[in-house]
């Protein structure tokens, strides 16, 4: 059977998951905080046919290799910074820079996330922070975020590092409560778990609160404010007709490959 066969099916194969991706990041484009995502590929074994010797002793200057196509390797979030959209929502927050908000799935489990349009749900008669799936929001002290008394969202202020303050009739009190903002090592190494939600792995590192880390650059927080996707839709159709055209030829590479074939059966005749 002919290599090319194989090897361009390969193509194949891998363009047909770059179209996967790209069109997955396009049918993200509206997404709040989400990342685009692109694939990395690296080739396959090579048959060597003839090994580069010395050629004073009857030997070639050069090696005979073939290759046997194309893998993909890995996908990679680009963690760029999103467009920031003004929503004048007092609920709305967007980080700058490379932190992650803490989010308790159920279970108990913790997942980080650039998402921040949040909203209040009443939690045995307290308010508690809450993503849009009513997911608790996580605070510096490890717990969610729970404001007590008779507390109006429209009246609470968050600074820059994450700090909550309540406007009482003018008077600006100080409700104790601060976003719990990760960082990560090796942001790459993060595990997309949906819901624009990240999970760590083994890859990414132990989360680093920067709360406690004064080594860390710090993120900034923009009440009122959403990050948007950070997919370039122009970007994207470009890499889609790249991939489409890569699809078609080896495609074509296949097809060609079959009309040899057929010649050589015929050979016979």
Not at 218 to 237: D, W, Y
């Amino acid at each position: 059977m002919m290599r090319s066969l194989w090897t361009a099916a390969s193509g194949m194969k891998t363009q047909q998951l770059t179209v996967d991706t790209i069109a997955n990041n396009l049918a993200n484009v509206n997404t709040i905080g989400f990342k685009k995502e692109r694939l990395e590929f690296k080739s396959l074994l090579y048959e060597t046919m003839q090994t580069a010797s010395d050629v004073t002793q009857g030997g070639q200057p050069v090696n005979l290799q073939v290759g046997h196509g194309v893998r993909a390797a890995g996908s990679v979030k680009t963690f760029s910074q999103g467009n920031l959209e003004r929503t004048e929502a007092p609920l709305d927050f967007a980080i700058t820079g490379g932190g992650f908000f803490e989010i308790q799935v159920p279970g108990g489990e913790i997942q980080f996330s650039k998402d921040g349009a949040f909203k209040m749900s009443i939690n045995d008669g307290e308010l508690m922070l809450t993503d849009t799936n009513g997911y608790p929001v996580i605070g510096t002290d490890g717990g969610p975020m729970v404001f007590e008394g008779t507390v109006l969202p429209d009246n609470i202020f968050v600074d820059e590092l994450g700090n909550f303050s309540y406007n009482d009739d003018g008077n600006t009190v100080d409700l104790g409560i601060q976003f719990q903002i990760v960082q990560f090592q090796n942001v790459a190494g993060l595990k997309s778990a949906g819901n624009t939600f990240y999970s760590q792995t083994a890859a990414s590192g132990e989360p680093i609160a920067e709360a406690d880390n004064g080594d860390l650059d710090p993120s900034q927080i923009i009440q009122g404010t959403l990050e948007s996707s950070n997919v370039q839709a122009v970007e994207e159709m470009v890499k889609m007709i790249i991939a489409q055209r890569a699809y078609e030829l080896s495609s074509k590479a296949i097809q060609t490959s079959d009309d040899m074939l057929g010649m050589a059966n015929n050979l016979k005749r």
